[in-house]
C-alpha cells in the first residue's frame, strides 16, 4: 500500500471537494432531489463528521491495539439529528477543511504505523490499510454525489432547454 499516495490523494481531495462545496447560493446549498436524498449541506458536514468521530477515530482505535467495540456511528441520524441542513455552508465548508487538516497531521505524524493492524468488524476483519484506504474512496464517493447534485439542479433550472448537445450524463 502506498500511504503516500493515499495521504496526498486525501489533501488533494480537500481541495477538490472545497471547489464542489463553494460559491453555492444557500438555496442550492440546502436543495434536495427528492426528500431520500442529502443536500450539498448535509454532505458536507457529513464529511467532517467522518473525519473527526468515524474514520480518525477508528483508525486510531486499531492502530493502538485498543480492547472493546468502536465507537458507534450514525451518518443518517447525524445529518436529521444534528440538522445538518440548517447550517450555514461556509461555516460547513470551513468545518470540514479545518477537520481535514487536523486529519492529515495527524495521519504524517504517526511513528510507524502498523497499517496490517486488524481489528473484528461485524463485516469481518478490518485491518488499518484498510480504514485509510476506505476514507480516500469515501471522498470519491462524495464528490461523485456533489457533481450529481450539482448536476440535478443545474437540469432543474433548465427544463425548457435541451442539454444533450452536452452529450449522456
Known amino acids: 500500500m502506498d500511504v503516500d499516495h493515499l495521504l496526498s ?13 463553494e460559491g453555492i447560493p444557500d438555496r442550492q446549498a440546502r436543495w434536495k432531489p427528492d426528500p431520500e436524498s442529502w443536500s450539498i449541506l448535509e454532505v458536507v458536514n457529513n464529511l467532517c463528521d467522518e473525519d473527526r468521530e468515524d474514520f480518525r ?7 493502538q491495539g485498543r480492547p472493546g467495540s468502536w465507537p458507534e456511528i450514525d451518518p443518517e441520524g447525524w445529518a436529521t439529528g444534528r440538522r445538518h441542513n ?21 495521519l504524517t505524524g504517526l511513528k510507524a504505523p502498523q497499517w496490517r493492524a486488524t481489528y473484528a468488524t461485524k463485516r469481518g476483519p478490518m485491518t488499518a490499510g484498510d ?17 450529481e447534485l450539482h448536476w440535478a439542479w443545474a437540469m432543474s433550472g433548465l427544463a425548457a432547454f435541451r442539454v444533450d448537445y452536452a452529450g449522456s450524463w
Open 9 to 21: 490523494q486525501m489533501a488533494a481531495n480537500r481541495a477538490r471537494l472545497k471547489a464542489l462545496m
Open 57 to 63: 477515530t477508528r483508525l486510531e482505535f486499531v492502530l
Open 86 to 106: 440548517d447550517r450555514n455552508l461556509h461555516e460547513s465548508v470551513r468545518g470540514f477543511l479545518a477537520a481535514r487538516q487536523e486529519s492529515l497531521q495527524w
Open 131 to 147: 480504514l485509510l484506504a476506505s476514507w480516500v474512496a469515501h471522498d470519491l464517493l462524495h464528490m461523485r454525489q456533489l457533481v
